[in-house]
């Protein structure tokens, strides 16, 4: 089963939601990360992620295995947006299901946390001043 997905087009919430729940569940916590109008002390007008597909989606799912097997949850889904993207659009969303809400909330933010630290996906703003950068451009390939 594929938890972790890249996704070109915007994200239907209520669809990842659904698949997460069952009888089990007696809590479901999620993230949502949406593009802000700002970073840094500058204006921002929009972004693009790119990332390396294949290696993206093997580590995003070695995230999300690490969090079915660290905590005390039913199920989890990762997907994170790539292409251009505009102010106030959600470029990443994780759901977790659980018994409880505690083991919940906690693979939901290890599972963003690590997504961030690990899968390779790159930002690359557009600034209003006209110019644009990579956010990290010391890991861009």
């Not at 949850?73 to 251009?84: F, K, N, P, S, Y």
Request: proline content about 3%; hydrophobic content about 45%.
């Amino acid at each position: 089963m594929t938890r972790f997905s890249l996704a070109q087009t915007p994200i239907d919430t209520a669809t990842l939601r659904a698949e997460l729940l069952d009888d089990r569940v007696g809590g479901y916590a999620s993230f949502e990360g949406w593009v802000r109008n700002h970073n840094e002390g500058r204006d921002v007008l929009g972004l693009r992620y790119e990332a390396y597909a294949a290696l993206a989606e093997a580590e995003g799912e070695k995230v999300l295995d690490e969090a079915c097997a660290k905590f005390d949850i039913l199920d989890a889904r990762c997907v994170h947006r790539v292409g251009d993207l505009v102010i106030g659009e959600m470029a990443v969303w994780v759901g977790v299901s659980a018994a409880h809400r505690d083991a919940a909330f906690a693979a939901c933010r290890y599972i963003i946390d690590e997504v961030k630290a690990r899968v390779p996906i790159w930002k690359h703003e557009r600034y209003a001043e006209g110019d644009a950068g990579w956010l990290h451009p010391d890991t861009k390939p």
